[in-house]
C-alpha cells in the first residue's frame, strides 16, 4: 500500500513539472492569433473589423467614384437590366415549348440559344451589383411587378406570332439598355461597358428574328406564308 501511495505521489510530481515547463516555453512563442494586440501596423485586426478571421475584412468595392448617388444610379441601371433579362429567360423558354407553324423546329432551337446567352448575361448583371456593394433581386415577385414588358400568350404559339412577339420584346430591352449605358459610363465605365456587351447580344437577337421577314430582291419576305396568307405586322411597315 505505501509502495503504491510513492508512485502516486511521483507520478503527481512529474505531471506538475511538465505543465511549468510548458507554459515556461509557450511564454516564448510569438503571439498570431488576430484577436491579441500588436498585429502589423496598418493591418486591420479583429477588434477593428469585427471578424475573428485571419482573413482581409470584406467591404464592398464601392467601384462608381463619385458618391453614393451615382452607386445608386448602377445599381438601378443593374437591376433594371437583370428583371428584364429573367423576363426574357421565362418567355424564350415559354416558347421554345410552344412554338407550332412551318418554322416551329428552327425557331425551338434559335430559342434555345437565346435562352442560354440570356442567362449568361443575367448572371453577370447579378454579379456586377455584388461587385459594387449591392445585392440583387432575382424574385419573381420582381420580375412581375417590375419588368414592364408585355407578357408572352399561353397556350400554342404560332411561328409568326414568336417572331413578331421577340421583335418587339428584343427592341425595347436593347432601347432601354442603351439609355442606361449613357446614364452610367461617366461614373461607372465598367458597368457601361458590361451593359454593353449585354446590348450587343439582345441587337443579334432582335436582328435574328427579323432576318426572317427581311425583304430580298427576289422575295418581300413578308411572312405572308406563315400567317395564313397575311403579311406580319411590324412597327415601320
Known amino acids: 500500500m505505501k509502495h503504491l501511495n510513492i508512485v502516486s505521489v511521483l507520478l503527481l510530481t512529474t505531471a506538475l513539472m511538465s505543465g511549468v515547463q510548458a507554459q515556461g516555453a509557450a511564454s516564448q512563442i510569438p503571439a498570431t492569433n488576430v484577436n491579441t494586440p500588436g498585429a502589423t501596423p ?3 485586426t479583429a477588434q477593428s ?6 482573413l482581409p475584412y470584406n467591404t464592398p468595392s464601392r467601384l462608381p467614384s463619385a458618391g453614393t448617388d451615382d452607386l445608386k444610379q448602377s445599381v438601378a441601371a443593374l437591376q ?4 428584364e433579362l429573367q423576363a426574357l429567360q421565362l418567355q424564350t423558354k415559354q416558347a421554345h415549348w410552344n412554338v407550332s407553324g412551318t418554322l416551329w423546329y428552327t425557331l425551338h432551337g434559335l430559342l434555345q440559344e437565346h435562352y ?3 442567362s449568361a448575361d443575367a448572371d453577370m448583371a447579378a454579379e456586377r451589383m455584388l461587385a459594387v456593394g449591392a445585392s440583387s433581386d432575382g424574385r419573381a415577385i420582381t420580375i412581375v411587378a417590375s ?3 408585355p407578357e408572352i400568350p399561353g397556350g400554342f404559339l404560332d411561328d409568326s406570332q414568336v417572331i413578331q412577339f421577340f421583335i418587339y420584346q428584343y427592341e425595347t430591352v436593347g432601347q432601354r439598355i442603351h439609355q442606361r449605358i449613357n446614364d452610367v459610363e461617366k461614373v461607372d465605365p465598367s ?3 458590361l451593359l454593353q456587351g449585354i446590348e450587343t447580344n439582345i441587337e443579334k437577337y432582335q436582328w435574328q428574328f427579323r432576318a426572317f421577314l427581311q425583304s430580298t430582291p427576289r422575295d418581300p419576305n413578308t411572312g405572308f406564308d406563315l400567317n395564313n396568307g397575311n403579311a406580319v405586322p411590324l412597327r415601320g411597315k
Do not use: D, H, K, V
Request: proline residues 9%; hydrophobic residues 20%.
Open 42 to 44: 496598418g493591418q486591420p
Open 49 to 54: 473589423t469585427g471578424t475573428t478571421s485571419p
Open 80 to 83: 433594371n437590366t437583370l428583371t
Open 116 to 118: 442560354e446567352g440570356i
Open 147 to 149: 419588368s414592364r414588358l
Open 191 to 193: 458597368t457601361a461597358n
